[in-house]
């Protein structure tokens, strides 16, 4: 099942300000898709809990970060202003880096890791529509986690 789109305009990073905090939004190419309720099974919240968990382990002390979500990456085209950003995402979990990408308001650019927990409600939304934007970015690392099917599938940037 796809999320579902939020009308026909053309949004950007400075409409996407505006909308309502209680509601959960990401922006793809201008399009707005809703992460509306019901929340995450109890198995997608322990897997991204545990993997969040490992993944901070693992890098401590590193000149790196990790973020669970939510948490808004603004994947810029080109050198446009923020307002003019058409694509914000929110991943499960990403790792960045290039800790200059950081600001108050998530991060610029792409993340160089990210892990999307699938459940039934975005599975199609995460693989179909997600995973071509994290490549175009530059994303050198996608996981996709299969958490009923105890299936991970990794795909990786040529560019690395």
């Known amino acids: 099942m796809a999320l579902p789109q939020c009308g026909s305009l053309h949004h950007t990073y400075a409409d996407y300000l505006t ?29 991204v809990g545990e993997l ?4 901070r382990l693992a890098l401590e002390g590193k000149p ?24 914000v ?23 160089d890791w990210i892990a999307e927990v699938l459940s039934p409600g975005t599975a199609s939304h995460d ?9 175009r970015a530059g994303v050198l690392e996608v996981w996709l986690v299969h958490p009923t099917a105890r299936k991970l599938t990794i795909y990786r940037s040529d560019s690395k």
């Open 52 to 55: 969040y968990y490992q993944i």
């Open 64 to 87: 790196c970060r990790v973020y669970i979500a939510p948490f808004d990456i603004r994947l810029p085209e080109s050198g446009e202003a923020d307002e003019q950003i058409a694509t």
């Open 19 to 47: 909308w309502p905090e209680r509601g959960r939004y990401e922006l793809i190419s201008g399009v707005a898709y809703a992460r509306e309720p019901p929340a995450p099974s109890r198995l997608h919240q322990e897997v």
């Open 127 to 135: 693989q179909v529509v997600k995973l071509p934007v994290y490549e």
């Open 89 to 111: 995402v929110q991943p499960d979990i990403l790792v960045v880096h290039d800790l200059h990408k950081l600001d108050d308001r998530g991060m610029r650019g792409p993340p």
